[in-house]
């Protein structure tokens, strides 16, 4: 809560981008590349990865190691586990989350997206826009992501080599892309880089001399951290509990809203436990107190290990979170088969929680971009509709509606192990 925040501190927001696009477009040598040339990468460390790259036939991969530190993705030359890298721009915390773009790893790619406050979308100027740059940049809007970074990468392959008009048309064509899905071209930077050179990262390079925008880093550095989560009712979803011996029970996951103090009472829910703040630990800091955004370890006092576990949402006494049994929600269907009608029990994972779901109403049909209703009542949704659906839970999850706090609003659906429809809680009903 606002009196909770600290006057005297200036608090420095987290947040989380998720880097999405199509395979092998150059995500992870983006991010890697731009964490070397920040200085945070050791260049004995890149010295390293470029000699195992070469070994492993894959020579070109130093940077994109950097984000893909698990031995098999090295070998596989794939990303398959969405990894995270901090920096610092303009006094914010910003973390790289690297989602996978192989095609079956969709899932991956929405685990990243569901943790993130923005995107970055590359696309390589020699191949232009596949199918993932479309399905990532869907997956992102629906799940409330409004403002992307646009990064033309692999300038150095076009036709000649930093080619101004490739990139116009690339970006032309972008922009009628985002602007189809429903993104306001106001919230959209473009950019045109060279990840792998280095070219337009953190400096203006000499070979986009016809490039006057900022650079991937100033970009990072202009985006906003959504104003009013800092001062909504405290949430965190819990991600992982453990003990701690001579500390008590210790809770990990990001703040969704909010901020708290060590101290201060909180709330467990679901079950409506009471436990007390008795230490704080952020970025491998101890801290007095942690709003919206933060990455934390809370130590708390008073609980037994059984009422708190993966799933939980922490709140606090005077606004305790939200449990739910039925929500509406605005879905959008990611499989045809077969499509979301009533009577449908399919999984429902929402921030670190899972339950069994069924689909009890379809209220309505809607463009994605507008939200116009296009019919009321469907029988069925299919594969790229959007809709308002009611849905009921098996087991009360604490989950909150997307106006009041994205993070906490957004869920999957899935059926035998594929994601059938992604959406976000509009209303709790019951
Ligand atoms: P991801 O699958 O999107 O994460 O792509 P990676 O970062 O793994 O990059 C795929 C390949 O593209 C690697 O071999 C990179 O070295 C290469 N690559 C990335 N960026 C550039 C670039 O700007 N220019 C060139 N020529 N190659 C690049």
Redesign the pocket.
Known sequence: MSENLNPQKSYIHTLHLA?I?????????????TLYELGLVNENVIREYKEQSILLG???????WV??IVKEERLR???IEPSYQLLEADSKRIVLV?G???PTYTKNAILAIGASDSAVL?V???DGIMDQTKEHAVLAFAFGIRDLIVVI?????TDPPFDHQRYEDIKLNILILLNEIGFDENRIVILP?????G?NLTRQSENLKWYSGPTFYEAIAQLRFPENLPRLPFRMAVDNTFPKRGIGQIATGRVASGSISRGDICIIMPGNHRAKIKSIESFKKTVDSISAGDDVGIALSGVSPEVISRGSVLGTPDNPPIVAKTILARITILEDKPGIHVGRSPLFFAHSTRTLAKIVGLVSRVSSSTNKVLERKPIKLAVNETGYVEIELQSFVSIEPSKENPLLSRFILREQDRTVAIGSCVEVLE
Do not use: I, Q, W
Not at 21 to 33: E, I
């Open positions: 880097l696009g199509h395979v092998d477009h150059g995500k992870s040598t983006l991010a890697g590349r894959k020579p070109t991969s130093e940077y994109a984000m893909d030359g794939l990303t690297d996978p773009g192989h590359v390589a100027a020699d990468n692999k300038m150095d392959r880089a060279a990840a792998y050179f070219d």
